[in-house]
């Protein structure tokens, strides 16, 4: 049954776009926004205030930011792949 | 009764209908356009639907009621996860789903693994969507019961009915335009009331010291650390296994336009939230939270407490425009489910577009009865409830989607072991109370990705094929232009 598919040939092709996948824009910024998460999750400042509402409660509030910042930064990522 | 907020959720409601008859001439030309609105959608447009698909009746009342009596920081936690659901969902899987040439979840999991976990697919779709309606048909009750002064089951019967009827005849197109309209009213309806709020207590800071003097704990951490994080991973993913929001992800005319209306979507929720700050900070500077035997009713009595009566009508439409969408777009997916997915595919190859467009409809009405049926005696909150359809959804459909996505080894018996493993070991835990409210998925979701991983590395690798077929998911990176 392998016979019918050059092996070499398609795990060389297997490999590089598996490396590439890595590359995309999506993972690296999927890997951005689980940091950020896990940075407030870990720090979790429960007993710092700011305004009378605890820094935990903030880190999130703040987040909302970045998470448009990186919805932005894939759509012109994306956008320029494509005009390349 | 309240008179004023009565006429004008009637105008709305009829209004909404009238635009429902008038697109079905158009969506039952072509079954295509039923479903997908014919793929024309355009950036605008799409950003309004996708942005009312996703902000459910809980991102409002849940949330703010959340917020108001378990303390802010919950609210925040809300946002966290459901401001990221669309920069999530965009980076992993709409892509990806696009190039892969499907309209449905269900028709995604032929594709790559196969008739046997569609068909388990589509029963998870069809038993999650309709739990799902029932927080949206108990909260379309309480604001009806309020507003119109009848019993709650009354309205429930009534606005049920109402919204299913007009998402049936018009499918796509029509939920797809009212959404531009409901997205629109919410927004601004949010808009108005956080800027009410604001004025009528001098700006942020006074609003949030008026607050912690009638509630002292509005600012803590109230709930154990695992509540929040379940919470977050539930919203988190609830983009890539709500069935109805990936659909919105194929209406819209290419994928140029589909990236961009989830990031203006993405701003539109963002904003949602903070105004949802406000919001809460006003209720919980009334002091009411502990007065209402429900607290999904808090949101409700801000209206009512801070708006002039017509306005407050406006934004109980929106509330309820809110409400509708979301369901709509549950029920479109139910009803696609069952005929499409199954009927024409198993039971009867050479249906006609007819037949299926005419199953959908009694399907979407056979669904919103069983909500119906459930919403008169709600087993929960409103915020629980959606809670636990996110996570029961990501805990089976999670990682089988994204995994069959980026890793052509994944196979079809690694797919049924980690969507069963997961969704079984989620069902478990939520009748066995063995963990805090809403953090089943914690659990859940890692057995499915190591049961999916563990049983696919240990059985044969699918066919040279579908390997080809997951590389060719992901061609933008080898030929950009795509």
């Known amino acids: 049954m392998m016979n019918l598919h050059p092996i070499p040939k398609g795990e060389i092709n297997m490999k590089t776009q598996t490396k590439s996948k890595l590359k995309d824009p999506g993972i690296i910024l999927v890997s951005v926004l689980l940091l950020v998460a896990a940075i407030v999750l870990i720090w979790w400042p429960t007993d710092s205030y700011w305004l009378g509402i605890s820094m935990a409660g903030w880190a999130m509030f703040f987040t909302y930011f970045i998470w448009f910042a990186l919805a932005v930064i894939y759509v012109i990522w994306i956008e320029r792949l494509e005009k390349q | 009764m309240q008179v004023m907020q009565a006429i004008i959720l009637g105008i709305y409601l009829l209004a909404m209908t009238f635009i429902g008859i008038y697109f079905t001439r158009r969506a039952h030309s072509s079954e295509s356009d039923y479903w997908?609105?014919?793929?024309?959608?355009?950036?605008?447009?799409?950003a309004f639907a996708l942005f009312a698909a996703i902000a459910s009746s809980s991102s409002l009342m849940?949330?703010?009621?959340?917020?108001?009596?378990?303390?802010?920081?919950?609210?925040?936690?809300?946002?966290?996860?459901?401001?990221?659901?669309?920069?999530?969902?965009?980076?992993?899987?709409?892509?990806?789903?696009?190039?892969?040439?499907?309209?449905?979840l269900p028709e995604f999991f032929k594709q790559r693994f196969g008739n046997s976990v569609q068909i388990i697919a589509v029963v998870i779709v069809v038993v999650g969507m309709t739990f799902y309606m029932v927080p949206q048909l108990t909260a379309s009750g309480l604001i009806g019961s309020y507003v119109l002064g009848i019993d709650y089951t009354t309205a429930v019967i009534i606005l049920g009915l109402g919204f299913t009827l007009y998402a049936a005849l018009g499918g796509m197109w029509a939920i797809t335009y009212t959404d531009l309209i409901q997205g629109a009213v919410m927004l601004i309806g949010m808009f108005i009331l956080a800027m009410i709020i604001l004025t009528q207590h001098n700006g942020f800071l006074s609003l949030f010291e008026d607050a912690l003097a009638v509630t002292p704990n509005f600012g803590d951490v109230t709930q154990p650390w695992m509540s929040y994080f379940g919470l977050f991973l539930a919203f988190l993913w609830f983009g890539i296994v709500s069935p109805s929001a990936v659909m919105r992800n194929f209406a819209a005319r290419d994928a140029k336009t589909a990236r961009r209306?989830?990031?203006?979507?993405?701003?539109?929720?963002?904003?949602?939230?903070?105004?949802?700050?406000?919001?809460?900070?006003?209720?919980?500077?009334?002091?009411?939270?502990?007065?209402?035997?429900?607290?999904?009713?808090?949101?409700?009595s801000v209206i009512d407490s801070y708006m002039p009566p017509i306005l407050a009508g406006i934004m109980f439409a929106g509330l309820l425009a809110a409400i509708m969408s979301s369901a709509d777009a549950m029920l479109l997916a139910i009803s696609a489910g069952i005929s499409r997915d199954i009927y024409k595919e198993y039971i009867k190859k050479d249906a006609t577009e007819k037949s299926v467009t005419r199953l959908g409809f009694l399907v979407m009405v056979a669904a919103s009865i069983i909500g119906i049926v459930i919403a008169l005696d709600p087993p929960q909150l409103i915020a629980i409830m959606v809670g636990w359809v996110g996570g029961g959804l990501l805990s089976a459909f999670g990682f089988p989607i994204v995994l069959g996505l980026w890793w052509s080894r994944a196979n079809t018996a690694g797919a049924l072991a980690g969507m069963l493993g997961g969704a079984i070991t989620f069902l478990v835990l939520v009748s066995t109370e063995a963990m805090a409210l809403v953090a089943e998925p914690i659990i859940a979701a890692p057995v499915s990705l190591v049961l999916m991983v563990i049983v696919s590395l240990v059985t044969k690798e699918p066919s040279p094929a579908i390997q080809a077929q997951v590389e060719r998911y992901h061609s933008h990176i080898d030929r950009p232009g795509e």
């Open chain 2, 62 to 104: 849940g949330a703010v009621g959340s917020g108001v009596a378990l303390g802010v920081p919950f609210l925040f936690a809300y946002g966290f996860g459901a401001v990221a659901i669309l920069p999530f969902t965009m980076f992993l899987v709409s892509g990806q789903i696009r190039r892969a040439g499907v309209s449905t």
């Open chain 2, 36 to 46: 997908t609105a014919g793929k024309s959608i355009n950036t605008f447009v799409g």
């Open chain 2, 261 to 300: 209306s989830a990031m203006w979507a993405c701003l539109l929720y963002l904003l949602i939230f903070v105004f949802g700050l406000v919001v809460a900070s006003g209720g919980a500077a009334l002091g009411i939270a502990d007065t209402l035997d429900n607290q999904d009713m808090i949101f409700v």
